[in-house]
Each structure stands twice: as C-alpha cells, then as structure tokens.
C-alpha cells in the first residue's frame, strides 16, 4: 500500500519560509498525481498544489500561487513544497497525498486522492 511520508513543518514568522518533504515509494514515485493539502481548525480541507511525477505543468490553488513552489527530485524520490512570504492565514495542518493518475482528468483539485500521510504542522506567526 502507497503511504505518502511528510515533514519539514514548524513555526516561522511572517513573511519567512518553510520546506515540506514527502516521501514515496518508487512505485509511486513514476507515475503518480502527488498533491499537497492543508487543513486550519473549523475550515475544509484545501487543495494547495499538484503535480504528475510524468511532467507537466503544476497545479497551484490562487492563494499561494507566486508563494509556494511543488517540485520533485528524481533521485531521492520526494516531492517538495517549497512555501516562501509566508502569512499567519498560511497556518494549517499540511497533508501529502498520492494518487493514481488514470481514470480521471489531471492530478488537481477536485482530484480525490487515495493515499495520504499522516500531516505535518505549520504555524505562522505575526
């Protein structure tokens, strides 16, 4: 079973910068939708950025687009989420998700993913 293994979270004040890791197997890894999301108490779960180990372009939800940047490394198989200018609204639990990228129309939101890690928290501060 595919099980997505996040880290890197913590507390940073705004306007600084985190980096989340995800860990994947190889299977995984070569040709997957990886996604990652995030949950504040009291709100949904939001769909922050996306992409296709395959390639292509990735998926940024407007409220970090120009912020965050989804990227992978092919020799180490993780996915990153490079998260810079962060804000206090930026505050949640975040989530790596993976997913098969067949029987549906690309690897963003409303995408349901199946495999999902346990979290890892990030907390802005002002």
């Known amino acids: 079973q595919v099980q997505p293994v996040e880290s890197g979270g913590g507390s940073v004040q705004a306007g600084g910068s985190l980096r989340l890791s995800c860990a994947a197997s190889r299977y995984t890894y070569s040709d997957y939708c990886m996604g990652w999301f995030r949950q504040a108490p009291g709100k949904e779960r939001e769909g922050v950025a996306a992409l296709y180990t395959g390639g292509g372009s990735p998926y940024y939800a407007d409220s970090v687009k120009g912020r965050f940047t989804i990227s992978q490394d092919n020799a180490k198989n993780l996915v990153y989420l490079q998260m810079d200018t962060l804000k206090p609204e930026d505050t949640a639990m975040y989530y790596c998700?993976?997913?098969?990228?067949?029987?549906?129309?690309?690897?963003?939101?409303?995408?349901?993913?199946?495999?999902w890690g346990q979290g890892t928290q990030v907390t802005v501060s002002t």
């Open positions: 998700a993976a997913t098969s990228p067949y029987g549906g129309s690309g690897c963003a939101p409303p995408r349901t993913y199946a495999y």
